[in-house]
T-cell receptor, first 112, second 115 residues
Framework: KQEVTQIPAALSVPEGENLVLNCSFT??????LQWFRQDPGKGLTSLLL?????REQTSGRLNASLDKSSGRSTLYIAASQPGDSATYLC???????????FGGGTRLMVKP | DTGVSQDPRHKITKRGQNVTFRCDPI?????LYWYRQTLGQGPEFLTY????????KSRLLSDRFSAERPKGSFSTLEIQRTEQGDSAMYLC?????????????FGPGTRLLVL
């Protein structure tokens, strides 16, 4: 059974810092990995999707990498802003079924 | 706004009552998913439809839960005889399924509180 773990569970940084969020998964047989953002009490917004054949994806100040063989992904946020404060979730689409398996999320607070 | 809508956004009910939630996916999307999210946790998969066919169900989906997608468009999720442990955010997502795994677009969720 696929398990997804995100470290740290919570992170507080001053504005302007570059930061890295980590995601690990136990079964490397995946089709893709997605990073989502969730604001309090709201639904999920897709940030980046990395196909299993890709190593990284970039969107603006966000860069996500994937090392499928070691079961790891990182989300890099450059020059963090208070508006980046949210919960960041990673999820993998595995070979075992038509569903996303999510990690528990990292709650990010960027202080002005 | 992702284009996926859910109704209602909030529901408070008493234990033992039945509740029904609705999801309207992006119109051309053939795949529809239901997830449940409890406070401080990531979403957990409940069930998946391709068009009107319910193809997968999680073991989390007890016999009190039933989902339908009658014409391959909107979907409903019904919980019968609600329990306090059913309190959670219920999220719907849709995607355009093909040969490659695709991005899922999530709705805003329905937050259920069972008293």
């Amino acid at each position: 059974k696929q398990e997804v773990t995100q470290i740290p569970a919570a992170l507080s940084v001053p504005e302007g810092e570059n930061l890295v969020l980590n995601c690990s998964f136990t079964d490397s047989a995946i089709y893709n990995l997605q990073w989502f953002r969730q604001d309090p009490g709201k639904g999920l917004t897709s940030l980046l999707l990395i196909q299993s054949s890709q190593r990284e994806q970039t969107s603006g100040r966000l860069n996500a990498s994937l090392d499928k063989s070691s079961g790891r992904s990182t989300l890099y946020i450059a020059a963090s802003q208070p508006g980046d404060s949210a919960t960041y979730l990673c999820a993998v689409w595995g070979n075992a079924g038509n569903m996303l398996t999510f990690g528990g999320g990292t709650r990010l607070m960027v202080k002005p | 706004d992702t284009g996926v809508s859910q109704d209602p956004r909030h529901k408070i009910t008493k234990r033992g009552q039945n509740v029904t939630f609705r999801c309207d996916p992006i119109s051309e999307h053939n795949r529809l998913y239901w997830y449940r999210q409890t406070l401080g946790q990531g979403p957990e998969f409940l069930t998946y439809f391709q068009n009107e066919a319910q193809l997968e169900k999680s073991r989390l989906l007890s016999d009190r839960f039933s989902a339908e997608r009658p014409k391959g468009s909107f979907s409903t999720l019904e919980i019968q005889r609600t329990e306090q442990g059913d309190s959670a955010m219920y999220l719907c997502a849709s995607s355009l399924g093909g040969l490659t795994a695709e991005t899922q677009y999530f709705g805003p969720g329905t937050r259920l509180l069972v008293l």
